[in-house]
């Protein structure tokens, strides 16, 4: 039997790199990269070619009529394209009209959250989805809930200082919200899953391994590590003051050495009133939105427990996410 | 048993008053009629209260807090707002969330369409739906396609000009696109079995009776009048002129006395693209979107076909639709 065709963009990210590595460990993929034309020299990717993975150049910015002959034959197009760049899918879905692609996987890869003054990272995304049904392409949009990796706060001792990218000591309201979460390492397990099923078709899918509040993330490290973690409790008041904040500091700056760091404080503050405040990232509001439970769907399948990744790390086997990549 | 409390804004509408007339068909609903305070006087109402149908006033430019106290209580909110309100919505869907109301049905009540610039309509709805989505109040979404009443073109003899309130003897490009039809008067007989539905909570809907295509409608009017039926074929590239003209048009008015006739020019245009180039109103466009289907839903309800529509037209039994609202 022939391998199913997927192109994937956005390999050398994160989210992409998970993909890749599921999907070739599932064995039933020929797995093609798309890269644009700026990147094509970069050593990751020249790195994937040396490994066997044909490369295809496309380009977002340039035309549809173009970028869809560079796709066409392809079963399935995955985007895992960066949190600011987000809009640049739109070229990619006209593409993916015109070629007939038979199902375009929008990055969607966040938390479960609506659209409509949330989340800007869910408003841009918002803005492809309604793209992609008005060109009526095939698609499935899957989102994962919060990593794991990114989940636990750091321990007094340093000892797990080595995998945190970001502290996470800040215990929100009270810390009961409980909040969806997969293991990166399984996302492209659940998206090779995902794209060979029918069922998934034109619809929304969450994947998850766990649903924690950060008041039981923080009693598992402490059980398990013999520490007493050290946190800071922030308001619900004192949360919305960041946010909001955080999103004028944002809209004050232009392209100025400043500007990444205030992009990812407006998110960072956005996703934490989402998950903690909201709780919109949860089994319940998920079914809500009409999305499908990838556990459901597959029940077989075993995704890598949050205390398995809190043991990893604990065990100096943790790995920091984005090293390298800022 | 105590019958389901419903409340009702917009029955002094078209689309208000025939899903009044169906709820107390049904005869399950106590139906009270939600108004705003500049209306309470208007004749119409003064009417509904002498038939012995609950008034209740409630300001949608009010506070939220006092218009979720006066929506307290009804298990059903129904929403059939005129076109250009749609934004009023959102303190009602806000008063829903604070009601804790078990059901809102937005005024929905259009043909099946994508937002995202396809219809100016649709893309103000979809702010009232994403605001729903964002305060997690339960929903359902009900569309009802095109009505009968206002989807057949004139005969030359003048003989059904009656009944006719915009003529419709335009044939857009080959005049094949099938669309969704449904007689006005089926839509609250819709609403009665929708709104007592578990499986519709949180869902889009689309009832019809025919999916038919101007030629077919033509033909069927033909055979039956024994008239010819003059037409005008129009392009798809002249309707698109004339969208992007209409569109030109109403953004370059403000509140002038032509703004209604610029307004309904742009609104005309707009679903003449989406119904007879995009063919966005068709059963399969419908479950791409994510619609339940009606008719599968409730096999043994006989919805008014359009066949008889056209007969009670020809024999002097029609109703021109908005008499006496403008």
């Known amino acids: 039997m022939s391998k199913h065709k997927v192109l994937l963009l956005g390999a050398t990210g994160e989210t992409g790199g998970d993909v890749l590595t599921g999907l070739l460990e599932d064995n039933t993929f020929a797995v093609s990269l798309l890269v644009q034309p700026s990147s094509a020299d970069k050593s990751a990717n020249q790195a994937f070619k040396e490994r066997g993975l044909p490369i295809i150049i496309g380009d977002l910015n340039g035309s549809v009529d173009e970028l869809s002959k560079v796709i066409s034959g392809f079963q399935t197009v995955i985007s895992t394209i960066g949190a600011a760049d987000q809009k640049t899918q739109l070229t990619l879905v006209e593409a ?68 945190t990218l970001v502290p996470r000591n ?7 919200a409980k909040t969806l979460l997969t293991d990166k390492r399984d996302m492209g397990r659940f998206v090779a899953r995902i794209i060979k099923d029918s069922r998934t078709l034109n619809q929304k899918v969450f994947t998850y391994s766990d649903s924690l509040s950060q008041n039981e993330i923080i009693a598992l490290l402490e059980e398990k590590s013999g ?37 990812m404080m407006r998110s960072q503050t956005e996703y934490q009133v989402s998950k903690y405040l909201r709780k919109d990232n949860t089994v319940d509001n998920a079914k809500y939105l009409g999305y499908l439970n990838a556990r459901e769907l597959y029940p ?18 943790g790995q920091r996410p984005y090293v390298g990549r800022f």
Chains 1, 2 share one sequence.
Not at 106 to 126: A, Y
Not at 170 to 176: I, K, L, Q
Not at 300 to 317: N, S, T
Request: charged share 30%.
């Open 96 to 163: 993916c009209a015109l070629a007939k692609t038979p199902r375009f996987i929008p990055c969607g890869f966040t938390t479960v959250c609506p659209p409509g003054g949330v989340m800007s990272l869910r408003d841009d995304k918002e803005v492809v989805y309604q793209r992609i049904l008005r060109e009526k392409v095939p698609y499935t949009i899957i989102d994962v809930g919060y990593w794991h990796q990114i989940s636990f706060p750091k321990l007094a001792s340093g000892k797990i200082d080595y995998a």
């Open 227 to 263: 520490e007493k973690v050290e946190t800071t409790r922030v308001s619900a008041s004192e949360l919305l003051a960041r946010r909001d904040q955080a999103r004028k500091d944002y809209e004050a700056v232009n392209e100025d050495p400043t500007f990444w760091m205030k992009r």
């Open 170 to 176: 800040d215990v929100f309201h009270d810390g009961e």
């Open 300 to 317: 077989d399948f075993q995704p890598i427990k949050f205390e398995q990744l809190l043991d990893e790390v604990l065990a100096g086997k």
